[in-house]
């Protein structure tokens, strides 16, 4: 099984799935959406490596950092929702030590360590403290990407990968741009020369 490499080999359909998501199995180098795969450990590096060259990648630092932002709160929204379920069902369920041992794992994969050595409701009440804080960052990242949104009239609702292919399409002169192999780092070049386009048919259009 094989990850992904980098901005230059995974596609922008991949990308953008794990940007929204935070599903790691577009990682994996063939996966269709609906196989079952084992996420590789190295998965979460990898991607920390790709977000980073994105970034890097866009220049602009007003759009690297929202793009920063956007990514921070989708993965602190899926971290709230997962860790919330986690405890839930370890609170609901009698379960034998294996079966707790799996959910401590999944725990801790974002970040929850659990101390097996505690009873389970002073754990939970501990853990619970630890997701309210998490709460309040994540509230406190959405403020902020909502302030910077409205200073720079940036659309509250991004448009779709779709759309922006269709976008880049009219802008380029290109037939088709295929979202499900084009690289995502063709596909910041691709942004960046629509953009150099469009501000010459601009200055153009003010002759």
Do not use: C
Not at 56 to 61: A, G, P, Y
């Amino acid at each position: 099984m094989h990850l992904y490499k980098d901005l230059g080999d995974i596609p922008i359909y991949n990308f953008d799935i794990i940007n929204r998501t935070q599903d790691y199995k577009y990682l994996v180098v063939g996966y269709n959406g609906y196989d079952d795969v084992k996420i590789p450990k190295e998965a979460n590096e990898k991607w920390q490596s790709m977000r980073n060259e994105w970034v890097k990648l866009l220049d602009d630092n007003t759009i690297s950092y929202y793009y920063e932002l956007i990514l921070d709160v989708a993965y602190l929204e899926t971290r709230y929702e997962v860790v919330k379920k986690l405890l839930f069902i370890i609170w609901e369920r009698d379960m034998d030590e294996d079966t707790l041992d799996a959910y401590i794992g999944a725990l801790r994969e974002w970040k929850y360590i659990w101390n097996k050595k505690a009873k389970k409701n002073k754990e939970i009440k501990r853990l619970l403290e630890q997701h309210k804080a998490s709460e309040n960052k994540l509230n406190l990242k959405k403020d902020e990407l909502k302030e910077l949104q409205q200073k720079h009239d940036i659309e509250d609702t991004p448009m779709t990968l779709e759309k922006q292919a269709v976008t880049l399409e009219q802008v380029l002169g290109k037939n088709r741009i295929d979202v499900r192999t084009t690289s995502a780092r063709t596909w910041i070049e691709y942004g960046k020369l629509s953009t150099e386009i469009s501000e010459q048919r601009r200055k153009s259009m003010m002759k």
